[in-house]
């Protein structure tokens, strides 16, 4: 059975603070990919990032960057100088099979 | 756009009604999902279509629920019987590749399902 652990169910920072989103997950599979979609309030899922289990190079993308740790079945999300905008819920994802989501760590971005 | 499209956006129906959603894919994605989200929660699996046909359909919750892809593009997710608890968003994705690959799926706005 596959499982995604956000244990983070809320954060709130102050614009240009650094976070880091959480993510644990655990499979049986050798072969699976790991996602990060956020959620704005108007509900569509947008995709992030995907990263497949051979690939534990982490990846810089703006503010956006992804840490991939296999030992530690960890697949952490950091934005760097946060904005308002980033205001979401975000959601870890793993895909044996099937698309399984974590429960989503919302995040607020105050002024 | 060319993204995908759900509707109704909104149902609200009764308890006991018969209800159907749609979902139009991304022109050219053979592999089309559904998913439910409950309010706190994140998507869950429903079921996967792989062409017309319904290569995975174990994340049914129960013999109420039954979705079509006839033609291999539009599907239409239909529930039998609305009960309370079948209240949620439901969403749609379309991808490239099979489910067993690693194509990301684009998702749909949702059909924000209400049963009275």
């Known amino acids: 059975a596959q499982k995604v652990t956000q244990a983070q169910t809320e954060i709130s920072v102050v614009e240009k603070e650094d976070v880091t989103l959480d993510c644990v997950y655990e499979?049986?599979?050798?072969?699976?990919?790991l996602f990060w979609y956020k959620q704005p309030p108007s509900g569509e899922l947008v995709f992030l990032i995907r990263?497949?289990?051979?690939?534990?190079q982490n990846e810089i993308s703006g503010r956006y960057s992804w840490n991939f740790q296999k030992s530690t079945s960890s697949f952490n999300f950091t934005i760097t100088a946060s904005q308002v905008v980033d205001s979401a819920v975000y959601f870890c994802?793993?895909?044996?099979?099937?698309?399984?989501f974590g429960t989503g760590t919302q995040l607020k971005v105050e002024l | 756009g060319a993204g995908v499209s759900q509707t109704p956006s909104n149902k609200v129906t009764e308890k006991g009604k018969y209800v159907e959603l749609r979902c139009d894919p991304i022109?050219?994605?053979?592999?089309l999902y559904w998913y439910r989200q409950s309010l706190g929660q994140g998507p869950e699996f429903l079921i996967y279509?792989?062409?017309?046909?319904?290569?995975?359909d174990s994340g049914l919750p129960n013999d109420r629920f039954f979705a079509v892809r006839p033609e291999g593009s539009v599907s239409t997710l239909k529930i039998q019987r609305t009960e309370r608890g079948d209240s949620a968003v439901y969403l749609c994705?379309?991808?490239?590749?099979?489910?067993?690959?690693?194509?990301?799926?684009?998702f749909g706005p949702g059909t924000r399902l209400t049963v009275l």
């Open positions: 994705a379309s991808s490239l590749g099979t489910s067993g690959s690693g194509s990301e799926q684009f």
């Open positions: 499979t049986r599979d050798t072969t699976y990919y």
């Open positions: 990263r497949n289990s051979f690939d534990e």
């Open positions: 994802a793993l895909k044996g099979n099937k698309l399984t």
């Open positions: 022109s050219g994605h053979t592999a």
């Open positions: 279509f792989q062409g017309t046909g319904a290569a995975d």
